[in-house]
Nanobody
Framework: QVQLVESGGGLVQAGGSLRLSCAGS????????MGWFRQAPGKEREFVAA????????FYADSVKGRFTITRDNAKNTVYLQMISPKPEETAVYYC?????????????????WGQGTQVTVSS
């Protein structure tokens, strides 16, 4: 059974840094897309970043470009999201998702599996 488990969330001050991790199990994800999304209360889940299986293609929401970095370690079936200078409005539950080739990377429903999420709270 495929499982994605996010970790690393918590309380961070605006301007600080935080690294989220997502560990996958149940299959080999080395040929799949991995994406990070977030959802704030009362809002729809929105795209944050995604990475291809090789790591050669990266995708970012305009709002996080230059501040967030997505990386993956296929040997560990793990994807990371390094958050630099997060903003209070980026407080949300952050989810990782994974999907095969053909996944529309910016659309959360396009992915096949997702985790339970990890809460990130950015204080001002």
């Amino acid at each position: 059974q495929v499982q994605l488990v996010e970790s690393g969330g918590g309380l961070v001050q605006a301007g600080g840094s935080l690294r989220l991790s997502c560990a996958g199990s149940g299959r080999t994800f080395s040929s799949w897309y991995m994406g990070w999304f977030r959802q704030a209360p009362g809002k729809e889940r929105e795209f944050v970043a995604a990475i291809t299986w090789s790591g050669s293609s990266l995708f970012y929401a305009d709002s996080v470009k230059g501040r967030f970095t997505i990386t993956r370690d296929n040997a560990k079936n793990t994807v990371y999201l390094q958050m630099i200078s997060p903003k209070p409005e980026e407080t949300a539950v952050y989810y990782c998702e994974t999907g095969p080739r053909g996944t529309t990377v910016r659309v959360p429903a396009s992915y096949e599996y997702w985790g339970q999420g990890t809460q990130v709270t950015v204080s001002s």
